[in-house]
């Protein structure tokens, strides 16, 4: 079945306690993103990947990091987390040119 | 940048028509797209326009006008399952979408 798979779903951590959220597709995807979705404020993209390699910033990037060192993985590192990265988190990806993302079922993250 | 609005709430009631109107400001235009998410899941895919006009898909339509920077998603015989929110988001010249807050729509009978 082809999708999106993100782990964990659901996480509370404390602040400064380094954390990664994995990120996988098995659809041979070029593009994947990350976005926080917060009430109000709609999905925000972190950062995004065009390749193997090659990564941007989104819109909010500051206190998250990404690598892209194989086509399908596509980790969110959050290396101190704080309370203001509460949120829930949504990787997605989609084919070049194609118009379709497909989402990951979210990773709802708290941090005390 | 981008600037797309849509309203925050709509109600309808059970069998009506709803339309959910997307206005933005682009440098460039790409495309147009609507995604439904129920609440706590993800994103789903519903439509794509990139050229002016209605594209009908069942009981969901979308519209585009790119003179005038506006779309609107038409849900016909609405049913409960349709309460959800409806994310508009466009695409400038680059592969990536901006997405819009979002229209929280509830359908009650």
Known sequence: ?112 | GQNIDQPTEMTATEGAIVQINCTYQTSGFNGLFWYQQHAGEAPTFLSYNVLDGLEEKGRFSSFLSRSKGYSYLLLKELQMKDSASYLCAVREWSYIPTFGRGTSLIVHP
């Open chain 1, 1 to 112: 079945e082809a999708q999106v798979t993100q782990n964990p779903r659901y996480l509370i951590t404390v602040t400064g306690k380094k954390l990664t959220v994995t990120c996988s597709q098995n659809m041979n995807h070029e593009y994947m993103s990350w976005y926080r979705q917060d009430p109000g404020l709609g999905l925000r993209q972190i950062y995004y990947s065009m390749n193997v390699e090659v990564t941007d910033k989104g819109d909010v990037p500051e206190g998250y990091k990404v690598s892209r060192k194989e086509k399908r993985n596509f980790p969110l590192i959050l290396e101190s987390p704080s309370p203001n990265q509460t949120s829930l988190y949504f990787c997605a990806s989609g084919s070049a040119g194609a118009n379709v993302l497909t989402f990951g079922a979210g990773s709802r993250l708290t941090v005390l």
